[in-house]
């Protein structure tokens, strides 16, 4: 039933996933989360780690087998997770970043202290080189608090939002929720996703996030964040 647009799943490239076991394990969760797509991010970040192409293409490979033999109906896709560095814009260039499932959208993360200027220029500059900027996780930057800099970037450059499902399903952060009450009230936000790593930990919480959206937001928005959305990217490939 989900779609789930950040997740690492893929072992021994980032911190996600750190051996086949581990991806295995986070397969079954997805299952029983009902998440029926992934696209695979690990992180890349221009400029600082390398990152291990043809190992992700492999084990990804191994991975897609191992659906197969398992008849385990799950579909992955490529993608990454791409850290804003002053070399960002080269590695797009280059076709060095890997784009969500081939299509023209790039799921974008900045360092916590970055500021509002900082994402408004990432932005940019990925929409002027013809792609669509995904913001990652936008409840974790102070920048970002305000919900008109959201609409700003929505405005500006199209960008999409993606939010956390373990952050709707967080209870304990009232500031927090009520900041992600206004955003999504006011639709600003276009995907709620996993972003898993290795297990236990940052597990999917894809099922019960969706239960959480339909009691606060109803049960279109609800299927548009966890999976409506990302669907209609999908179908352009
Ligand atoms: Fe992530």
Same mark, same amino acid.
Do not use: P
């Given at each position: &039933? $989900? +779609? !789930? &647009?950040?997740?690492?799943?893929i072992y021994g490239i980032d911190d996600g996933a750190k051996d086949f076991e581990g991806t295995k394990k986070m397969i079954a969760q997805a299952v029983e989360n009902q998440v029926h797509t992934i696209i695979t991010t690990p992180h890349i970040t221009p400029g600082q780690e390398p990152f291990p192409y043809e190992t992700y293409k492999a084990h990804l490979e191994e991975t897609r087998k191992y659906l197969e033999e398992n008849k385990i109906d799950l579909t992955l896709y490529t993608g990454c997770e791409v850290l804003y560095t002053p070399s960002t814009p080269y590695f797009l260039s280059e076709g060095k970043v890997f784009t969500l499932a081939n299509t023209n959208h790039v799921l974008v993360e900045f360092m916590p202290d970055d500021e509002y200027a900082d994402l408004l220029k990432a932005g940019r500059s990925v929409a002027e080189m013809g792609y669509v900027p995904v913001y990652a996780h936008v409840e974790r930057y102070d920048c970002l608090k305000k919900p008109e800099q959201l609409r700003r970037l929505r405005r500006e450059f199209d960008a999409l939002i993606q939010v956390n499902a373990s952050t709707v399903i967080d209870k304990h952060g009232f500031f927090r929720q009520r900041y992600l009450n206004r955003i999504f009230?006011?639709?600003? +936000?276009? $995907? +709620? #996703? #996993? !972003? #898993?790593h290795d297990l236990p930990g940052r597990d999917s919480h894809m099922a019960e996030a969706f239960d959480e959206l339909t009691v606060r937001f109803g049960?279109?928005? *609800?299927? *548009?964040?966890?999976?409506g959305n990302a669907e209609k990217i999908l179908r352009v490939i």
């Open positions: &039933m $989900f +779609v !789930d &647009m950040h997740h690492h799943l009230e006011e639709e600003l +936000v276009d $995907f +709620v #996703s #996993s !972003d #898993s049960i279109d928005l *609800a299927h *548009a964040l966890t999976h």
